[in-house]
């Protein structure tokens, strides 16, 4: 799960280096907190004290120049000074020093910076561009030494850049963690200085990978929403998957255009312009100058993309995105009643005034109001009481959008102002701390709502082939420049292996895409540094990457072994050992042989090599290719390894030879089946559809298995005699919850084709329990309808199943038969309704195959005495709830609650109106002075007066969508802002809201 907030991009010269190692061992990832500018400048200081100044200057192929600086601070704990400098080092010809603040810059954290030591001296225009690191050295362990990193493009106006929250002072002064021993603190700083970069000549794609968005003029808020979404992979694929044809033009096609600007985004080599998807809003030049609201633009953009997703195989990827659930409840204090109501969200807005953190935020939006005096709650059959309002959270979703309340209304000065106060966010974001207090009684508490700044976009697989698990190598990100000993000093650190024990070999790069050991490096190599031992590899075996295979060995006195001597006649082969008792295959050595040797020649050395005996019968294999299936061919013994065309790197797996009356007492009994079993073993867990976060059983089955294999395991597993009752729903992998559509009787051909979403492929199946076969449920359409009693307030659900094909009019019959009417001869209507509007009346012609309640909301209501007989002049309209924050200078509404329909009169003021909308609503008195009527068109509302004629205002229209003119009922919703609202907050007074017209 994902939190979407702006972050810096952290861009670094750094080359990946993945090194394999037999252990396999996963050290933890350095985490790199973002650098924050210095705001007070820098002063001439006394230095407390200093080692003497040194450079080391290494000129690598990057024209880098490299310093190291160590600075010895006694006396620390009683410093008095705000701030103080190191002595002056060099670095790059250039004169810089560490600047730190003891008891921290306005924090309460150490506060840790380098500055350049004679910014006054330097000549006009001057900059360096310069990557640096700064550490408090632990004195006690080493290993705990606290460093961070960090780059800057230091100018005469920013010439002091670094970390505000280096470390907590709690943790500094403590003399049981060993930063200060002695009352001396230890501080490092490396600094490694470079050219000033040339930003005219900057290729993006080449330094990043990435490249960026053109501003059209005011479109910068366009450009963060558009990479934000970008980087969403299941959001940018869903975005591929709509359906556009090849009469589509992109200025006049919203998904043409984005699928064009994200593929030029995927692929281009230079900064991409949106001017094509602007046209397909409905853009002229004039709307790009103007600034809007990025939470209004994203809900705009998000909604119009939902609707062009409907009825496509991509359906309802916004919602499983974006949408979470929250509940509103107003609880009276002197009487046993309260109101609840659950709601959707697709973002947060946040305050930020008066909050100092995230969590601060979350804090005040579920804050609870009273209700009292003047502002006491109308409890259905209590009247006016104290109350409390709030509202929790029922679930979040998987990727999480929070906006920040950045701008308020002062009306003082009668503008929006920006509010600049420091606000700070986590990399980790837990949802249910302090024992969930934002979580509702309602939600699931197994669920772990627990938000990372970044998401992981790809599953690690389990290979029992090859020689390692590329997925789970070990990544070292490394500077090209480098020497290769200070490399495995890294590595002694990550893997406690001392450096004299290591020996690094060069992978080769096979025409099948599998990668082997192919020869160690030499004491030349080993001389060299990273960067050019990348170009080796490059040059050699064609890696993009620099990947060493790491080898740990050393002799009886604890000396390292000298490198393998090897001439063009010797093969270097890997074996690997199989146990069928153990349904293991685990490596055990390496062997130098003669390609002209046959493999009966040397096995006595692999019955060593496994510990056997010298006379123990063995059977051998050669591993060939994992994909797209398995190959593991017995090896001929009694041919030579350059007959059977083995070389280089190659991999020979061997066993036991089983005797004949083993048969049947293990499960694999030779390596080529148990590979082909470990390729297609797939644990499964399965969760009750009704149950969607909780596992109820896992089940060991095989990516080959049929439809009919997989239900009849699960039956089994539920001691079912039916398995054509087990229907089963795909999972989706961003949204961690069932796909829309369940898997129909036989339409997947084996159990891949069930668990794969996109490219990912999923573990996890939803099962429900049919009350009849699902090939005879299939012939029926179920639709899930809320039926509105006309003289009750609580609707109620109801699953209407029919046969395909069927009409509106025989779901009318059908829920006939199941609910309660005013009278027997009622009518009733089936209408569509989508946030808090009514979108739809259905014929009753239509087919319910055309009928997609997965999304929107389907409701069945008795048609009023009043609609059936309307006058030549008499107005059927719509009437809709609606707020409109009292702070904008624009009129935004949000629409919230029930929409339905009313007739007017010719001649009907709005008094009379008001009348009958209050005895329809059962509004009390009290209430429903305080309620304001408007007439509504595309958006924006013209406020009523009692004895305005309301039939004037509308036309006659009977078109399918909400209709833009409506009668707006204003008055206050005890709900948060909604997601795709137009409602916007914090709004510049220049801006104008946001419309995407195509």
């Known amino acids: ?70 600075w010895t601070i006694e006396n620390f704990s009683r410093i008095s ?47 360096r561009y310069a990557q640096f690191s700064l550490a408090v050295v632990n004195q006690m362990n080493s290993k705990q030494t606290l460093k961070k990193d960090t780059h800057h493009q230091f100018t005469q106006r920013e010439s002091d850049w670094g970390f505000t929250s280096f470390m907590p002072l709690s943790e500094l002064y403590d003399p049981n963690m060993g930063y200060l021993v002695n009352d001396t603190c230890v501080i490092e700083a490396d600094v490694a200085v470079r050219k000033v970069i040339d930003y005219w000549a900057y290729d993006s794609k080449k330094e990043t990978g990435y490249v960026g968005l053109k501003n059209q003029g005011a479109t910068c808020y366009i450009n963060s929403l558009l990479q934000t979404l970008y980087h969403i992979p299941y959001f940018r694929k869903a975005v591929y998957h709509m359906p556009t ?23 281009n080599d230079t900064s991409v312009a949106t001017k094509e998807l602007t046209k397909s809003f409905g853009w002229d030049t004039y709307d790009s100058f103007v600034q809007h609201d990025v939470q209004e633009l994203n809900r705009a953009l998000c909604e119009k993309l939902e609707d062009k997703m409907k009825g496509t195989v991509v359906e309802g990827t916004i919602q499983k995105l974006f949408e979470g659930h929250n509940m509103n409840y107003i609880d009276c204090i002197n009487v046993d009643f309260k109101s609840t109501r659950k709601e959707s969200f697709y973002d947060l807005q946040l305050d930020v005034k008066g909050c100092k953190d995230v969590y601060a935020s979350f804090d005040k939006y579920v804050e609870v109001e009273c209700l009292e005096g003047e502002n006491k709650y109308h409890a259905e059959q209590h009247g006016l009481q104290d109350a409390k309002k709030g509202v929790s959270f029922i679930d979040f979703p998987p990727v999480l959008f929070l906006q920040l309340k950045r701008f308020e209304y002062d009306f003082m000065r009668d503008t929006m ?76 650190k990550e893997f406690g292996i001392p450096v004299q024990f290591q020996r690094f070999w060069i992978w080769a790069r096979r025409q099948n895409h599998t990668f ?135 991999i020979i797996c061997f066993q036991k030879r089983p005797p004949p009356e083993s048969e049947g007492q293990v499960r694999f009994p030779h390596v080529p089946s148990y590979l082909e079993y470990v390729k297609n073993r797939q644990i499964v867990h399965f969760r009750a559809l009704e149950r969607p976060k909780e596992d109820e059983f896992c089940l060991e089955l095989a990516k080959n298995h049929t439809y009919d294999d997989v239900v009849e395991k699960v039956a089994q597993h539920l001691g079912l005699d039916e398995s054509s009752k087990i ?70 659900i109801l699953n209407i199943r029919l046969p395909k094909p069927s009409t509106v009019g025989d779901v009318i019959n059908e829920i006939k038969t199941k609910v309660e009417l005013s009278h027997p001869s009622a009518e009733l209507r089936l209408l569509e309704v989508f946030y808090h509007k009514i979108y739809k009346i259905f014929p009753m012609h239509e087919k319910i195959e055309n009928i997609n309640d997965q999304y929107w909301t389907l409701r069945a209501e008795e048609i009023p005495e009043e609609e059936k007989n309307l006058g030549p002049n008499d107005r059927l309209i719509h009437v809709y709830h609606f707020t409109k924050d009292s702070a904008q200078n624009q009129a935004q509404v949000q629409n919230f609650g029930e929409p339905f329909f009313l007739v007017i009169h010719e001649s009907e003021t709005l008094a009379e109106i008001k009348a009958r909308i209050q005895k329809k609503l059962q509004v009390a008195d009290e209430e429903f002075l305080k309620w304001k009527f408007a007439f509504l068109s595309l958006g924006r509302p013209e406020y009523l007066e009692d004895s305005d004629i309301v039939s004037s205002r509308f036309q006659r229209r009977d078109v399918y969508g909400a209709w833009e003119q409506y009668l707006g009922l204003e008055h206050s919703d005890t709900s948060p802002k909604r997601a795709y609202s137009n409602q916007l907050q914090n709004r510049h007074t220049y801006e104008k809201s946001v419309k995407l017209y195509n």
């Open 727 to 796: 229907r089963l729903t795909p999972h989706n992998c961003y949204s961690q919850q069932p796909k829309p559509n369940p898997i129909k009787y036989r339409a997947v051909d084996h159990l891949l084709g069930m668990l794969v979403h996109y490219n990912q492929i999923s573990d996890i199946l939803y099962y429900e329990v049919l009350d009849i076969p699902l090939p005879e449920l299939q012939c029926l359409k179920t639709l899930k309808v809320a039926f509105h009693h006309a003289t009750k307030d609580e609707a109620i």
């Open 81 to 127: 000074m705000k701030k103080i400098y190191s002595e002056v080092f060099v670095a790059g010809v250039y004169k810089w020093r560490v600047l730190i603040f003891p008891k921290g810059n306005n924090v309460d954290s150490l506060s840790a910076y380098l500055d350049v030591a004679d910014v006054g001296n330097l000549p006009y225009g001057w900059s």
């Open 245 to 267: 044809t090849e009469n589509d033009n992109p200025t006049g096609s919203i998904p043409l255009a984005l699928q064009s600007l994200f593929y030029k985004l995927q692929y």
């Open 417 to 492: 102002v920006k509010i600049n106060d420091r606000y700070e966010f986590p990399l980790k974001l837990d949802l249910d701390r302090d024992d969930g207090k934002y979580l509702s009684p309602d939600a699931d508490r197994s669920v772990r709502n627990l938000y990372m700044l970044h998401r992981a976009l790809c599953p690690v697989k389990d290979i029992h082939f090859d020689l390692v698990d590329h997925d789970k190598v070990h990544n070292f990100r490394i500077q090209k420049q480098t020497p290769l000993n200070l490399f495995k000093e890294e590595v002694a």
């Open 516 to 650: 082997r050991p192919n020869r160690p490096l030499t004491p030349q190599e080993e001389a060299q540094t990273v960067g050019a031992l990348r170009e080796v590899s490059n040059k050699a075996h064609h890696n993009a990457e620099l990947k060493l295979f790491l080898e740990v060995e050393h002799g009886p006195d604890l000396n390292m072994l000298p490198p393998p001597e090897k001439n063009k006649e010797d093969i270097l082969l890997f074996f690997k050992l199989y146990d069928p008792d153990k349904e293991e295959l685990r490596y055990v050595g390496r062997l130098f042989v003669k390609s002209s040797t046959k493999p009966s020649e040397i096995l006595e050395k692999v019955n060593e090599m496994a510990g056997f005996a010298s006379s123990q019968e063995i059977d051998l294999f050669e591993e060939i290719k994992y994909e797209p299936s398995v190959m593991c061919d017995p090896l001929d013994r009694k041919a030579s390894f350059r007959s059977s065309h083995i070389e280089d790197g190659d």
């Open 1 to 70: 799960m994902t939190v979407i907030t702006p972050q810096p991009l952290d861009l670094q010269e750094d080359d990946e280096m993945l090194v394999p190692h037999s252990d396999l061992v996963e050290g933890p990832q350095p985490l790199v907190e973002g650098p924050q500018p210095l705001v007070e400048g820098p002063q001439p200081m006394e230095v407390v004290s200093a080692e003497g100044a040194r450079t080391v200057e290494n000129q690598g192929p990057d024209d880098a120049q490299v310093a190291h600086y160590k």
